[in-house]
């Protein structure tokens, strides 16, 4: 809230002027029945006259006091949403795949509507009515100091369970929050898992545990209000004891002489409006707890160091030629589980180094560890030299062009997808890109052409013009480095022998690592890894490694290669 602070001194010192109108009623209401009493015609005309002018100026006042408070209130949101988002995209990928996508953004609408809810409540009623009751004991204690602090007596006892209540509310509203984020992810999986559920005839199974879901929405909120609900009642029989007290002393001195009914009705108007704000303050302390517990659950977020980040000392990349070494890099996602161990590969600048081996071998692994999306446990792999650890992430990731199996398309048009390659590329350029992904031509029939919106994650595209506005973005990044996941499928042998040829004109002069499904990039490729459980376990040409009869060779007998379509076709 610091960065508020001049709206925040603004919102207080309109709130001060709300609360201090409601401490003039009681000395009003004095005035008027001593007025009365006295038979002063005068001032009886006065007294409305007054009353009017003082509601006026108390509502305009509240009215301010409400839009600055809500500016503080939405402010420090959008503070708050800025930082964890900031955080998530810095965060390290692991860390990032160990919670539900749907977690994430329940921190973002829940647990941030828990907080504005909380600190509207802090700002608003909390000060003012702390700001009311300061006033009114004030008049109280002018009215008559003794009774008052008789009465003050009676408040502290009140502390006590309040205090221990807000803090099992605490507890309570973060489990619920944590409870909260697993409902929105399971949310998120069903309905973007639509298509799976729909085709497998899942849906009375997805009904079931969503439904149980919302029965524990329903269970822990009611744990919630049956806490909340417990501080109204309470203080609700302090204040009835209190005002019973005043009464009977009132009673007495008005008979003894001491006090006027005048000062007693306004004793008693100061009591019965303070009893308002005192309870609320008693259960703005428990919705104040739950409001932390929300703020806690997203500084603990927003504290996360990456582990992933640069080094105090790091550099920029110096790229030469892209000569990329892995020297006995170890790695394990899960401790105990390696899924590199000893791997040692040398990738000569501009070469292409095709990747083969059977599934969970590791060879995503190696393409994840050259852009740091995951640090080498062991060993070291280096750039032209330079590990890759020991220079800045982004001088290391912009030498380098990624197409993956699983594409990833924003829902934003056609032109934004494929410039993503390169944020100021011009149309031209975009254009050039697109051709050389044999994607024109499907891009330029659609009836808005670049402009087309591609829809949420790109589904309204085939997976094969999909595949090739990733490739039209690799291709606009113009990477000396690139790291291919050949497509197993989705293209038809005419696009797929485009795709091939810009890929080949692509490769040209880059340094290459596929991860090859095709015996025509392995053949083409200048050296063959062959991996196994982590390691590398052949090395050489396609007919070397035929020769040598291993693991290679048994693949190609197992048709481990998919059908190369365009020699089919031929
Ligand atoms: N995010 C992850 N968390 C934990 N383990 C992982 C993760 N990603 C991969 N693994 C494990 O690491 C090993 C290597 O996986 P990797 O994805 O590199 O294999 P791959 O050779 O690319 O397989 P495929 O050809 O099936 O894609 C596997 O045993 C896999 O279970």
């Given amino acids: 809230m610091l960065p508020q602070l001049p709206r925040v001194l603004l919102a207080m010192l309109l709130l001060a002027l709300v609360a201090s109108t409601t401490g003039i009623y009681p000395l009003l209401i004095e005035y008027a029945i001593d007025a009365i009493e006295a038979g002063n015609m005068d001032k009886i005309v006065e007294v409305p006259l007054i009353i009017v002018a003082l509601v006026i100026a108390k509502s305009v006042t509240l009215y301010l006091q409400t839009v600055v408070t809500s500016s503080v209130v939405f402010r420090v949101l959008k503070g708050m949403q800025s930082a964890m988002f900031g955080r998530l995209l810095t965060i390290d990928l692991a860390r990032l795949n160990r919670e539900a996508t749907g977690r994430y953004l329940s921190r973002f609408t829940n647990d941030l509507n828990v907080v504005r809810e909380a600190l509207t409540r802090v700002m608003t009623n909390g000060v003012r009515d702390l700001l009311t009751l300061v006033f009114l004991v004030g008049t109280m204690i002018y009215m008559d100091w003794r009774l008052t602090l008789g009465i003050l007596a009676i408040y502290p006892l009140a502390i006590v369970p309040i205090n221990a209540l807000g803090k099992r509310m605490r507890r309570v509203s973060a489990d619920t929050q944590s409870y909260v984020g697993d409902m929105t992810a399971l949310l998120n999986e069903s309905l973007s898992g639509a298509r799976m559920v729909k085709t497998f005839g899942l849906e009375d199974y997805e009904n079931k545990r969503a439904n149980s879901f919302f029965e524990g929405f329903y269970r822990w909120n009611m744990k919630l209000v049956r806490g909340r609900s417990l501080v109204d009642p309470g203080m609700e029989i302090l204040g009835g004891v209190a005002v019973a007290g005043v009464v009977a002393y009132g009673i007495w001195s008005v008979f003894a002489g001491v006090g006027s009914v005048g000062s007693l009705m306004g004793f008693l108007s100061a009591l019965l409006l303070g009893a308002a704000p005192a309870r609320a303050l008693g259960t703005l302390h428990v919705v104040f707890q739950e409001g932390m517990a929300a703020v806690q659950r997203v500084f603990d977020l927003v504290d996360e160091v990456p582990a992933i980040r640069d080094r105090a000392d790091a550099r920029p990349l110096d790229l030469e030629k892209g000569h990329v070494r892995f020297a006995d890099v170890g790695f394990e996602y899960e401790p105990g589980a390696p899924a590199l161990s000893a791997f040692s590969l040398d990738v000569a600048a501009g070469s292409t180094v095709a990747l083969v081996g059977p599934s969970g071998a590791g060879k995503s692994t190696v393409i994840n560890l050259i852009p740091r ?16 650890k020991d220079v800045t992430l982004a001088s290391l990731r912009r030498e ?14 056609v032109r934004a997808n494929i410039a993503f390659g390169k944020l100021d590329a011009t149309d031209d350029e975009i254009r050039a890109a697109a051709r050389a992904a044999a994607a024109e031509e499907f891009i330029t029939a659609m009836p808005e052409g670049y402009e087309t919106v591609v829809g949420d994650r790109g589904l309204k595209l085939s997976g094969g013009q999909r595949q090739r506005i990733a490739l039209a973005r690799a291709i606009l990044r113009d990477a000396p480095i690139l790291l291919l996941d050949e497509a197993t499928s989705a293209l038809d042998a005419e696009s797929e022998r485009k795709v091939q040829d810009a890929l080949e004109t692509l490769r040209h002069g880059r340094t290459t690592i596929v991860i090859a499904h095709r015996l025509a990039t392995v053949r083409e490729a200048d050296m063959i890894c062959v991996m196994d459980q982590g390691r590398v376990v052949e090395l050489g040409s396609h007919d070397d490694l035929v020769a040598a009869d291993g693991l290679y060779a048994r693949l190609c007998k197992m048709q481990y290669f998919a059908e190369d379509k365009v020699e089919a076709a031929q």
């Fill in 373 to 388: 999306l995951y640090d080498a446990t062991s060993g070291a792999v280096t750039i032209d030299g330079q590990d890759v």
């Fill in 400 to 413: 380098m062009a990624i197409v993956s199996q699983d594409v990833t398309l924003f829902n934003d048009t």
